[in-house]
Antibody, heavy 114, light 112 residues
Framework: QVQLKESGPGLVQPSQTLSLTCTVS????????VSWIRQPPGKGLEWMGV???????DYNSAIKSRLSISRDTSKSQVFLKMNSLQTEDTAMYFC????????WGQGVMVTVSS | DVVMTQTPVSLPVSLGGQASISCRSS???????????LHWYLQKPGQSPQLLIY???NRFSGVPDRFSGSGSGTDFTLKISRVEPEDLGDYYC?????????FGAGTKLELK
């Protein structure tokens, strides 16, 4: 069955870089795209970016300058790196499959605080 | 960016009743390939969003037929008939026609 699972540090200091991993199973990254979506506490959802099955990427222009998405197909992992973190980047971070986001990970909570 | 205006913000319902949620986009969601990439999700408290409807009116696997989606162009609706306790939560629409993909602000379905 298709599964996605996010992992990463729960706490990041302001101005530092966030690194998250989405480990997938039951699907191939060379046949599926994976997006990152985030949700600040008590607020709505924001699409951050996608890595396509061919390895190409697209990003939300609002955070494009700070964001990088990459992958390791041999390990079935997708990576998110975002620099210059601020308190407003505190959120639950999700990865999800495909153009319809039909499968989601459980999410990882990231708090930006000193 | 495409703005998704979702209404109402809060929707009190009775169990067994019907609910209707609207999602309007600031521009047409018809892709150049002819498809309309408008989807609906339910997020229950403490959980990840779950796909209900994809491409306007297609129910995802395992989604009860109490859920139905309709609409075209810029105007879309999710209807829930015979509301059950497990239907309560936050509903979001998403457009994945134009970059960046954008979500509606959400509708909280709660008991009257």
């Amino acid at each position: 069955q298709v599964q996605l699972k996010e992992s990463g540090p729960g706490l990041v200091q302001p101005s530092q870089t966030l690194s998250l991993t989405c480990t997938v199973s039951g699907l191939s990254l060379t046949s599926n795209s994976v997006s990152w979506i985030r949700q600040p506490p008590g607020k709505g959802l924001e699409w951050m970016g996608v890595i396509w099955s061919n390895g190409g990427t697209d990003y939300n222009s609002a955070i494009k300058s700070r964001l990088s998405i990459s992958r390791d197909t041999s390990k079935s992992q997708v990576f998110l790196k975002m620099n210059s973190l601020q308190t407003e980047d505190t959120a639950m971070y999700f990865c999800a499959r495909g153009k319809y986001f039909d499968y989601w990970g459980q999410g990882v909570m990231v708090t930006v605080s000193s | 960016d495409v703005v998704m205006t979702q209404t109402p913000v809060s929707l009190p319902v009775s169990l067994g009743g019907q609910a209707s949620i609207s999602c309007r986009s600031s521009q047409s969601l018809v892709h150049s390939n002819g498809n309309t990439y408008l989807h609906w999700y339910l997020q229950k408290p403490g959980q990840s969003p779950q796909l209900l409807i994809y491409r306007v009116s297609n129910r995802f696997s395992g989604v009860p037929d109490r859920f139905s989606g309709s609409g075209s162009g810029t105007d879309f609706t999710l209807k829930i008939s015979r509301v059950e306790p497990e239907d309560l939560g936050d509903y979001y629409c998403l457009q994945s026609t134009h970059f960046p993909y954008t979500f509606g602000a959400g509708t909280k379905l709660e008991l009257k």
